[in-house]
């Protein structure tokens, strides 16, 4: 006896938890609860029912199923190379960025050094150390200058 009980009260417990309420008056004044609402007359609604799944965008039905633990686990696994790349992808950007400006200041500072006026010596094509002259002073001005251009954007 205890046992069906039991068994009855957690049935009875578990079957509504789902479902919507409603309160109503009938014509005798009687406060009445159940989980159909009456034809006619006013309704007072104590429990929604819980929200049904989202409409997926192909079918327009709602997803039945769950996704199963294999499909979480490759979606976590997509999700997670996806930032790791994208990780990467900005690390690289903030490389080359880093890289363009020391490029820039060093092409700079040499643009600098030839506008100072100072003597400057190269090594030419045999080895030897040569000053630069007025005219080649100005072509690798103007060649630095280029480059600057090109790479201070």
């Known amino acids: 006896m205890m046992r069906s009980t039991l068994v009855l009260i957690a049935l ?5 938890v789902s479902a919507e309420i409603y309160s109503w008056k009938d014509k005798d004044g009687k406060v009445n ?3 159909v609402p009456p034809p006619t007359g006013e309704v007072k609604t104590l429990r929604e ?5 989202p409409l997926t965008e192909k079918s327009g039905e709602a997803e039945a199923q769950p996704k199963t633990l294999a499909e979480k686990e490759l979606a976590f696994r997509q999700r997670r190379a996806a930032e790791a790349e994208a990780k990467a992808q900005a690390e690289k950007e903030q490389s080359e960025a ?3 400006a020391r490029a820039c200041e060093d092409t700079r500072n040499q643009l600098a050094a030839l506008k100072s006026g100072q003597r400057i010596a190269r090594f030419n094509s045999a080895g030897e150390r040569e000053m630069l002259n007025d005219a080649d002073r100005a072509k690798e001005i103007e060649r630095m200058q280029k480059q600057i251009d090109e790479i201070c954007k």
């Open 12 to 16: 009875l417990t578990a079957l509504p």
């Open 49 to 53: 029912a819980p929200a049904r799944p």
């Open 98 to 100: 880093a890289d363009r």
């Open 33 to 35: 609860f159940s989980d």
